[in-house]
């Protein structure tokens, strides 16, 4: 896409070549079909530009007597035209800056309104802020005569502390003989303690050695008893021995049993198969025969 400077260079170099080939002067239609770009303020820019360069150009010829009248006239329209373009922009841009102008006081109009309104709200703010500085004022009053009295409840305190110090310095004292009663009971309990003690100590030792004696006779009876149980478990152990010889005499007796069972059988299978296959044969024999 051309940028703008090329659209105007172009639409000022084909204003020329209108002049020429088509022997009229430029119009925005007869540009825009020749560059094929439809930008009409860009054209329209180029040819006004292009018409005062012209009528410039042809200005101090206007002078000469042996130029022709057609040429001259030619020449005054084209002047004519660019001071109409030129009245034109001139009108334009009058337009333009009466229309900024009037902006510009609409805006200054809307300023001063609005300072005005902001300078009514800044008072009535103002008369917000003195009365609130007002009702502090008040507070802050009443503060100071709270504190006032606090400073005097303070000072009854403070007596009262004094007071309460010379009490407690008593009390001390107080706890001290207390402390040194309590000491002088420690120490007697923990004699008494110590004295228990050594009775529970001693009463123990003798339980314990009345408790071992005892133990011992048991563990002696015990140990009888136990030698006495053990003879016991020998000879049981020997009649033990004596049961599962004749037990395992047993099993070889009944393994052998089982054997002979077993070749019973296989004889006994073989038997019926051959009485089986004679009987077989006879019938076969009949058959043929029949």
């Given at each position: 896409?051309?940028i703008?400077?090329?659209?105007?260079?172009?639409?000022?170099?084909?204003c020329?070549?209108?002049?020429?080939?088509?022997?009229?002067?430029?119009?925005?239609?007869?540009?825009?079909?020749?560059?094929?770009?439809?930008?009409?303020?860009?054209?329209?820019?180029?040819?006004?530009?292009?018409?005062?360069?012209?009528?410039?150009?042809?200005?101090?010829?206007?002078?000469?007597?042996d130029?022709?009248?057609?040429?001259?006239?030619?020449?005054?329209?084209?002047w004519?035209?660019?001071?109409?373009?030129?009245q034109?922009?001139?009108?334009t841009?009058?337009?333009?800056?009466?229309?900024?102008?009037?902006?510009?006081?609409?805006?200054?109009?809307?300023?001063?309104?609005?300072?005005d309104?902001?300078?009514?709200?800044?008072?009535?703010?103002?008369?917000?802020?003195?009365?609130?500085?007002?009702?502090?004022?008040?507070?802050?009053?009443?503060?100071?005569?709270?504190?006032?009295?606090?400073?005097?409840?303070?000072?009854q305190?403070?007596?009262?502390?004094?007071?309460?110090?010379?009490?407690?310095?008593?009390?001390?004292?107080?706890?001290?003989?207390?402390?040194?009663?309590q000491?002088?009971?420690?120490?007697?309990?923990?004699?008494?303690?110590?004295?228990?003690?050594?009775?529970?100590?001693?009463r123990?030792?003798?339980?314990?050695?009345s408790?071992?004696?005892?133990?011992?006779?048991?563990?002696?009876?015990?140990?009888?008893?136990?030698q006495?149980?053990?003879?016991?478990?020998?000879?049981?152990?020997?009649?033990?021995?004596?049961?599962?010889?004749?037990?395992?005499?047993?099993?070889?007796?009944?393994?052998?049993?089982?054997?002979?069972?077993?070749?019973?059988?296989?004889?006994l299978?073989?038997?019926?198969?051959?009485?089986?296959?004679?009987?077989?044969?006879?019938?076969?024999?009949?058959?043929?025969?029949?």
């Amino acid at each position: 896409m051309p940028i703008v400077s090329d659209s105007y260079n172009r639409a000022y170099d084909a204003c020329d070549a209108v002049l020429i080939e088509e022997g009229r002067f430029p119009t925005v239609e007869a540009i825009r079909a020749r560059i094929g770009t439809n930008s009409p303020a860009i054209i329209k820019r180029a040819i006004n530009d292009w018409l005062l360069n012209f009528a410039k150009q042809h200005k101090e010829r206007l002078h000469r007597p042996d130029l022709p009248g057609a040429l001259l006239d030619a020449v005054d329209n084209i002047w004519k035209t660019a001071t109409d373009q030129s009245q034109k922009l001139f009108d334009t841009a009058s337009e333009e800056f009466r229309l900024r102008q009037a902006e510009l006081e609409s805006h200054i109009a809307f300023i001063t309104t609005t300072t005005d309104q902001q300078k009514v709200d800044w008072l009535e703010k103002e008369k917000r802020y003195e009365e609130q500085i007002s009702q502090q004022q008040l507070l802050l009053d009443s503060h100071k005569k709270e504190l006032a009295n606090n400073q005097v409840t303070l000072l009854q305190m403070r007596d009262q502390l004094a007071e309460n110090q010379q009490n407690l310095g008593c009390a001390d004292a107080t706890i001290l003989e207390l402390r040194k009663y309590q000491e002088d009971q420690s120490i007697e309990w923990k004699a008494r303690n110590e004295q228990a003690h050594e009775w529970h100590l001693k009463r123990i030792a003798e339980e314990k050695e009345s408790l071992r004696l005892m133990y011992e006779t048991q563990l002696e009876k015990l140990s009888k008893k136990l030698q006495s149980e053990s003879i016991e478990n020998e000879s049981q152990k020997i009649r033990l021995s004596q049961v599962m010889a004749k037990v395992e005499n047993f099993v070889v007796v009944l393994e052998k049993k089982d054997s002979e069972i077993l070749d019973l059988k296989i004889r006994l299978n073989e038997t019926e198969n051959h009485h089986h296959s004679w009987r077989v044969k006879k019938r076969f024999e009949i058959l043929k025969k029949r």
